[in-house]
């Protein structure tokens, strides 16, 4: 299934759709630690099917169904005998629209939804999943068009339950509310395009509408972190996916990242990651050289 390999590194091959592909898997064949920067989608239809991600190791049944988020380092066992549906997609497709970049950010590296129908959320999952699988395989005219809509229609549904689903002790009209939440996902997209550069708090503050203390309350209220803490992650995730990039040394990591100092990202990325950079990097050089040993 893994065409292009560069280490840890896999380029998904997309061929000649737009931005995705779908395998009826039956390989009885392991995947060592890899990444990409497309999200997969995987479920097993017959059998069973191993994912590991970090020091989590899911036992999926048939019919669940598990979502990888982009950049997160995954390997997956197969059973002797089985299918699995394995969905890979460019992130870029959901990229476009308003408010899925901080969708994808906020996600959590894995998603896990038992198979139990019951559940609003599963059901509305795998009835999508099941009319992308029906149209990838049929030669229908505007099939893309329909597979596109309905990976929107599943991220827009994790995002309303799963990410932005807003609690508040505070009676805040609803006409006021769609205000905020549309102020601050503006913010979170003014970030996300602008995170390598000196970004201020009054800068984004500005941008919102806000003032700066207004904007500190309803920005730590609907997300969950501070307008820094929200900047320094999205940072530090750019910073993981370069230092995969061996010819590129730690200090250029941290400029290209949005760091204005070199003690600065070691000390944000040590608070986030619970280790330096440069260990980060060795810990990821000594995994290659594990899939190298004979």
Known sequence: MIEILNGMHETINYGDSQGFRLYHNVEYEDYGDHWHTGIEIIMPVENGYTVIVGEERLELKEGDIVLINSGIIHSLEAPPTGERIILQFDTALLYGLKGMETLLFMMQPLIFLPNRKEDELYGFIYEKLRKVIHEYDSNSAFKEALIYASLIEIFVELGRREVYQIETEEKIPSAKKQVY???????????????????????????????????????????????????????????????????MSVTDVAMNSGFSSLSAFNRTFKTLKNCAPSDFRKKWECLQCKKTEP
Do not use: D, W
């Open 181 to 247: 939440i549309e102020a601050v996902m503006g913010a979170c997209a003014y970030i996300n395009s602008h995170y390598q550069e000196n970004l201020t708090l009054e800068e984004v503050a500005a941008v919102s509408g806000f003032s700066k203390y207004h904007f500190t309350r309803i920005f730590k209220q609907y997300m969950n972190m501070t307008f820094y803490e929200y900047l320094n992650s999205k940072r530090v995730k750019r910073a993981e996916e370069l230092l995969y990039n061996q010819e």
